[in-house]
């Protein structure tokens, strides 16, 4: 069951303006990361499901992220069906995230109060997802949509809260286009997880790229 509700999930994702996303199949390394991004003032984090028995490797973070780092918010990502959805929901999940947008998964989600953000591509999908309550839509993908998109939408729907995905990079330049173009947060993450950084265990590394990313947005947004 969620241990945080609809309104903390967003509010955390809205004031940090920034939710990491990250698999692993290894628990450990899995830990290590959360917790990095959690040192690195992180309080919203999209674990993905991306590999076999993934689900367990959430349960045991949720446990560990519930005792051992206070306010951390976790939830699942690449979700695409209601079944994986209700799995991720019953091992703890705070938020459910999805490359598509899915009525079915909304009706779960709805269900038991939990944020469902699913991806759209167009503005017909983002006006479906929010007839289906979905609050936080996730404009995917980014890189290919670019920042037009987010202005034009916004300029018939304003009240869209919209976080983007795919392409964001931590640099002033990157994130400054999109926090300008009107997106309530961003997801990020290959390029907060270089691949050499979690091979080499130097999970410092990646404390200070989200302390870093969470400053820029801090300035941009003022």
């Known amino acids: 069951m969620a241990k945080y509700n609809k ?18 199949a290894d628990l450990e ?9 959690y040192e690195g003032g992180v309080r919203a984090f999209e674990f993905t499901n991306r590999g076999d028995f ?11 992220a519930n005792k051992e780092l206070p306010g951390m918010i976790l939830g699942v990502g690449s979700i695409v069906d209601p079944a994986t959805a209700a799995l991720y929901i019953q091992s703890g999940a705070n938020f459910v995230v999805g490359p598509l947008f899915n009525p079915e998964i909304a ?22 997802a929010q007839e289906c309550g979905c609050d936080l ?32 990079k931590p640099t002033r330049e990157n994130l400054e ?8 947060c961003v997801g990020m993450g290959s390029n907060l997880f270089p691949k050499e950084v979690i091979a080499a265990k130097e999970w410092s590394k990646i404390t200070a790229l989200c302390k870093d990313a969470l400053s820029i947005i801090e300035t941009v947004r003022k």
């Not at 999930?9 to 692993?24: D, Q, R, S």
């Not at 390394?29 to 991004?37: E, I, L, R, S």
């Not at 404009?139 to 304003?158: C, E, N, Q, S």
Request: overall charge positive; proline content about 6%; aromatic content about 12%.
């Open 29 to 37: 390394t899995a830990k290590q990361v959360v917790k990095a991004c």
């Open 54 to 64: 993934a689900q367990e490797v959430f349960g045991e973070l949720v446990k560990f």
């Open 177 to 184: 286009g999109w926090f300008k173009a009107g997106v309530m």
């Open 107 to 128: 009706k779960v989600c709805n269900r038991r109060l939990i944020p469902y953000t699913p991806g759209c591509g167009s503005v017909s999908e983002i006006g479906f």
């Open 137 to 168: 839509c996730k404009v995917f993908p980014g890189d290919v949509l670019g920042t037009a998109f987010i202005k034009g939408l916004k300029a018939p729907l304003p009240w869209s809260q919209l976080m983007v995905t795919g392409g964001v």
């Open 7 to 24: 309104i903390e999930v967003l509010t955390a994702m809205k004031n940090t303006g920034m939710v990491p996303v990250f698999y692993h």
